[in-house]
């Protein structure tokens, strides 16, 4: 089994940043691929962005230029760097992961999610 641990949400000014951070621990040589959804209140847990092993990346179209997903994977941790922080980006964050190679935006193919952590842009 593999573990999921976000950290680093919380309550920003708009126009302001953050950094969240996923560590996995547990099984994590057999993961490829991690990433990140988030779910506004009331909405459907959407797509974000997720990297694979080898570094390639496929971001929501919507993000692209504002958020910056990086990875360790020395220490089986990635991040996502979100600038220019806007209100409707207020949402819990959850940390996804696994086995395949692919860099895929649909939840189901995802094997393993973490607890979340919420963010919070104030206008």
């Known amino acids: 089994q593999v573990q999921l641990v976000e950290s680093g949400g919380g309550l920003v000014p708009a126009g302001g940043s953050l950094r969240l951070s996923c560590a996995a621990s547990g099984r994590t040589a057999s993961l490829s691929t991690m990433g990140w959804f988030r779910q506004a209140p009331g909405e459907e847990r959407e797509f974000v962005v997720a990297i694979n092993r080898i570094g390639n990346t496929n971001y929501a179209d919507s993000l692209k230029g504002r958020f910056t997903i990086s990875e360790d994977n020395a220490k089986n941790t990635v991040y996502l760097q979100m600038n220019n922080l806007r209100p409707e980006d207020t949402a819990v964050y959850y940390c996804?992961?696994?086995?395949?190679?692919?860099?895929?935006?649909?939840?189901?193919?995802?094997?393993?999610w973490g607890q979340g952590t919420h963010v919070t842009v104030s206008s």
């Open positions: 996804a992961a696994r086995y395949s190679i692919g860099v895929p935006t649909e939840r189901a193919q995802y094997n393993f």
